[in-house]
């Protein structure tokens, strides 16, 4: 798995970079390499809940290039289910405005619980929405990407969290690297408990599930974006992702997935 970002840097500011595999992923190599200006930055690390590992440091004005590297071999172990997450992410969240979406949501969906819930949201969501860049505003939510019908890999997430969430199914955003995701990228999902477990569900249907790493889990992308900074000026340059395996992935949308 590889990061690589080049960010030009305007003013003093204080990054927040979320790139690394997340806490518990099996790696036989990993570096991350922080510079500005060619000269090295060095990182301090912070791990979240749900093994989230954050770089954080403060940076000068120029132009701030970073390299993430891991060698993956192997799958993690299930996410547990802590009691907790199940109060956590029922709730609305900035991006996922389940409690406006609840009648549309009962209208659409009643009657179904656990996975053929989540399967019948995830191919909803999959028949609605086209994926489209630019289509939404980088502020707005499940209801704008609703209204809208087209977005990006988040905006699937987000509205197929906020469905789930509107009968009463905890979900949550996960970021991931995604083997075999064309053009590559940085990608979103969502787990959802289903009796006991989270289970994947991916409504863009761009990468195989039984393939994807864990990067960072939360409620809603301001809990899963790979950079945030103090709101300075701050422009991102380049962006490449290489998330290539040796295994080609398989996947049946119609069976539940555990992402390790």
């Known amino acids: 798995m590889c990061t690589s970002l080049v960010f030009e840097v305007s003013d003093p500011t204080a990054f927040v970079l979320a790139v690394a595999v997340a806490e518990g992923v099996p790696t036989t190599v990993e570096t991350l390499r922080v510079a500005l ?22 940076t000068t004005p120029g132009i701030l290039q970073l390299d993430y590297t891991a060698t993956v071999v192997g799958r993690a172990e299930p996410a547990p289910v802590d009691a907790v997450d199940a109060v956590v992410y029922l709730r609305p969240s900035r991006y996922v405005q389940s409690d406006t979406l609840t009648p549309f949501a009962r209208d659409t969906f009643g009657g179904l619980e656990g996975w053929p819930l989540a399967r019948a949201v995830g191919e909803w969501v999959h028949d609605r929405l086209e994926y489209r860049p630019d289509a939404t505003s980088p502020t707005g939510g499940a209801v704008e990407t609703l209204e809208v019908g087209a977005g990006v890999c988040r905006d699937y997430a987000h509205l197929t969290a906020a469905l789930l969430r509107a009968l009463d199914h905890p979900a949550r955003i996960v970021s991931v690297y995604a083997p075999q995701l064309d053009p590559m990228d940085l990608h979103a999902v969502v787990e959802v408990l289903v009796e006991g477990r989270w289970v994947v569900v991916d409504a863009t249907r761009l990468a195989p599930r039984t393939g994807l790493v864990r990067i960072a889990t939360g409620r809603d992308a301001t809990d899963t974006a790979f950079e945030t900074n103090t709101l300075a000026d701050v422009e991102l340059l380049t962006m490449s992702i290489d998330a290539r395996a040796d295994t080609v992935f398989a996947d049946d949308p119609d069976e539940p997935v555990e992402l390790g």
């Open 37 to 58: 200006d060619g000269e090295p930055v060095e990182p301090r690390p912070l791990t979240e809940g749900h093994g989230t590992r954050l770089s954080l440091f403060e």
